[in-house]
């Protein structure tokens, strides 16, 4: 079994200011975020990217970039802020859960969700009964 | 966005702002507030966020978390109404309350030249990779059942010492235990009084509810709980407490006197990109939150007009001034740009308030931890794909030119 290429870069001639990222095994998840964090870069002239049929599960991402600059350089620095923004997401939202948490009280009590929805039953059974009655 | 063209700067104003991205002020500008959260839902608000990578985490909370879900059965006897493929599609979809941290993916079976004589074995499935189940339900009349009942206690008191007539009772005690389930469980509440009293009604009640029909058979419906796990291996020892779906009143198939169900079902490991079954959540939804401004001043009768118009009362009037109290109730439905209010209604493009509903398997507010970790673990990967590319093309032109930038 052969192993898949993740990754393949189009250049024309070499030249590493223009090229074409074709990504194997993504989607819109990734490179709409990496597209949009290459916009806001300075050194990028231009960067777009398209899925070319919906029954591949591929991506091709265009970047060019300013004189002197490599785009390859330039998508991995955008890769690497992914990363970090990814971090201080994850340690905002894990500071924010553990106030919620002791705010409400919440106690890390696990329980069988058969006993609750048996006990739900029930009750919706008894009041059905009473207001046959009522 | 921006484009840089020469020395000119031209950047797309949205709202009469610019927004920018910058990852080292990024935390500064970033909040989370959340603003409820139960066993199965989460909600919560972020800021300073915009829509890729909020639809991001989005995609990736229904596509790529992992779950475990029924992939295949196969059938010994199904004499019921339901056909085979409809049955193997509602077992799939049947959430299984089981952490997938524990399992590994089953590697997909490599294409292989059978022989005529040769059995096609499934090979790959470990106790690492695959959960087992067996559902066998069958319906009889109650009487037909108590007969059975007295003949095989019969036979108990002859044969004691037979291990397979002990499991048979087991089964049937199982069965039997199915119809007071529903009426001893109340016994197993706390102590208080509301409760005793719901248990005794609550007999009383689903005896009379019990339809006709349900009063002269048993098991004619069958149910999540009647799935019973098989542990192989040393899934015993992993998991103590026993393997269940999440809820125990599913319905399955209906069947009548007569009918039987009696199939051994797999459960795998997989994606919500794969199939629907394998999704982690009933729904992931964000939407963005909206700016409502007022243009100009408005004199009283106006304003009480606009407090009306609103559905959602979103504007009140407070010592005579109009104030808008609750702008997170609006719904959008433009019934205040009607009349000349000099309302602006829009959405703030970097507040988004995010929804979360588990299916029970995974609480939500580990869902989202999960999905922000698969991201990251993305960026990296296609980062070292990068790097590798880059190591190699070094190599191979160290013989021939060098990279030129122009």
């Known amino acids: 079994m052969h192993k898949s290429k993740k990754l393949e870069i189009q250049t024309k001639n070499g030249n590493l200011r223009n090229a074409t990222f074709t990504i194997h095994e993504e989607s819109h998840t990734l490179a709409n975020t990496v597209r949009y964090v290459l916009a806001h870069d300075d050194d990028v002239n231009f960067v777009g990217y398209s899925v070319p049929h919906p029954s591949e599960f591929k991506v091709n991402v265009r970047v060019q970039t300013q004189q002197q600059k490599s785009s390859i350089e330039r998508f991995d620095l955008a890769l690497e802020n992914l990363c970090l923004v990814t971090n201080s997401i994850q340690d905002e939202f894990k500071n924010k859960l553990e106030k919620f948490k002791e705010e409400k009280g919440i106690q890390k009590e696990e329980v069988d969700p058969f006993v609750i929805s048996l006990k739900r039953q029930l009750r919706k059974e008894y009041k059905k009964m009473k207001a046959n009655i009522d | ?406």
């Open chain 2, 1 to 406: 966005m921006s484009i840089n063209v020469g020395k000119e700067k031209i950047s797309q104003v949205l709202d009469g702002e610019i927004l920018e991205f910058n990852p080292n002020n990024f935390s500064e500008n970033f909040s989370i507030e959340i603003e409820k959260l139960t066993k199965d839902r989460m909600e919560f608000v972020m800021r300073g966020i915009e829509a890729p990578l909020a639809n991001a985490f989005r995609r990736i909370l229904l596509s790529d978390i992992p779950t475990i879900a029924i992939e295949t059965i196969s059938i010994k006897n199904n004499t019921s109404v339901i056909q085979d493929e409809v049955l193997a599609h509602r077992l799939g979809l049947i959430p299984i309350n089981v952490d997938p941290k524990h399992f590994q993916y089953r590697p997909k079976q490599p294409l292989q030249k059978q022989d005529k004589n040769s059995r096609p074995e499934i090979s790959n499935a470990t106790e690492e990779n695959t959960l087992l189940f067996n559902l066998h339900v069958r319906c009889l009349k109650k009487t037909d059942w108590e007969k059975i009942k007295k003949s095989r206690e019969l036979l108990l008191q002859k044969q004691e010492q037979n291990k397979e007539m002990n499991i048979e009772k087991e089964e049937e005690e199982e069965k039997e235990n199915k119809l007071n389930v529903e009426i001893e469980s109340g016994s197993e509440s706390e102590d208080e009084q509301e409760e005793s009293e719901i248990d005794e009604r609550a007999k009383e009640c689903v005896e009379k509810i019990l339809t006709q029909r349900a009063k002269t058979l048993i098991n004619h419906r069958v149910l999540s709980s009647d799935l019973v796990w098989v542990p192989i291996g040393n899934q015993q020892t992993l998991f103590p407490k026993g393997i269940k779906p999440v809820l125990p009143d599913i319905l399955i198939a209906k069947l009548n006197e007569g009918q039987e169900i009696d199939l051994e079902c797999e459960a795998v490991k997989g994606t919500g990109r794969d199939h629907a079954k394998w999704c982690p959540v009933c729904t992931a939804s964000y939407r963005m939150l909206p700016s409502i401004k007022l243009k100009r001043e408005l004199t009283k009768n106006k304003s009480k007009k606009l407090v009306k118009t609103c559905p959602m009362k979103v504007f009140d009037i407070e010592d005579g001034l109009l104030e808008i109290k609750n702008s997170r109730k609006c719904t959008m439905c433009r019934e205040c740009l009607r009349g000349d209010y000099g309302v602006e209604l829009g959405l703030v493009k970097n507040e988004f308030y995010f929804w979360i509903e588990s299916t029970g398997i995974i609480p939500p507010e580990e869902l989202f931890q999960q999905a922000l970790e698969i991201f990251k673990e993305k960026c990296v990967n296609l980062k070292n794909n990068l790097q590798n590319f880059t190591q190699k093309k070094k190599e191979f032109n160290e013989n021939e030119e060098e990279m030129n930038y122009d």
